[in-house]
């Protein structure tokens, strides 16, 4: 199982530290509130940490960033640039993964490596107006690997895998101090 953990945009690096000392596969850097400067800073602190488990950092829309500070992918939401037109200028082995919320974006999505898809449940984050999709609609992405993203807890995460999905993600998953990462072994 992949999991991806996701910065909660309170600019704290205490977590970026602690995934990549556990393991976590990949780490998304949401920072929605930094200035390219501050998340350039930001990215560059966390691509200098300890990597022992070999973790891919992943930057919120900025492939710039990501390239210039060390991270090793980016992410990019609804209404970024197309992950095709992306790949062509983006060094080999750059990662991209995308915001899914429906067919038609998976449709935009040829060129990524995996699509987050969301909301599989109600997000415990943040409020969202959308219908959770619910394990039967994350059933039916398909064409690229899917990490399920919305509701996702350690206890409906067996049954995202079961719908299809190669891994989760999540920001309240990962989150505090005292959440539980788990293993890779399938918790």
């Not at 953990?5 to 990549?20: H, P």
């Not at 992918?73 to 082995?93: E, F, K, M, Q, Y």
């Not at 974006?105 to 060129?111: D, H, I, K, Y």
Request: proline content about 4%; hydrophobic content about 45%; aromatic content about 4%.
């Amino acid at each position: 199982m992949i999991r991806c953990a996701i910065t909660d945009g309170t600019g704290s690096l205490g977590n970026v530290e602690r995934w990549l000392a556990d393991g976590v596969e990949l780490i998304q850097i949401r920072e929605k509130q930094m200035s390219a400067r501050q998340l350039a800073e930001f990215v560059r602190h966390a691509a200098g940490f300890a990597n022992p488990h070999g973790s891919k950092l992943l930057v919120n829309d900025r492939a710039d960033i990501a390239i210039t500070c060390g991270a090793h992918g980016v992410h990019l939401r609804d209404n970024s640039v197309r992950p095709a037109r992306l790949r062509s200028i983006l060094p080999t082995g750059f990662l991209i993964t995308v915001a899914c919320h429906d067919s038609a974006r998976l449709a935009l999505a040829t060129g990524a490596d995996y699509a987050l898809v969301a909301p599989v449940f109600k997000p415990l984050s943040k409020d969202d107006d959308r219908e959770p999709l619910g394990l039967a609609g994350l059933a039916k992405f398909r064409g690229l690997p899917v990490l399920a993203l919305g509701g996702v807890t350690w206890d409906n995460a067996q049954a995202c895998l079961g719908a299809g999905a190669v891994g989760i993600a999540g920001i309240t998953l990962f989150g505090g101090q005292h959440s539980r990462v788990g293993r890779n072994s399938g918790s």
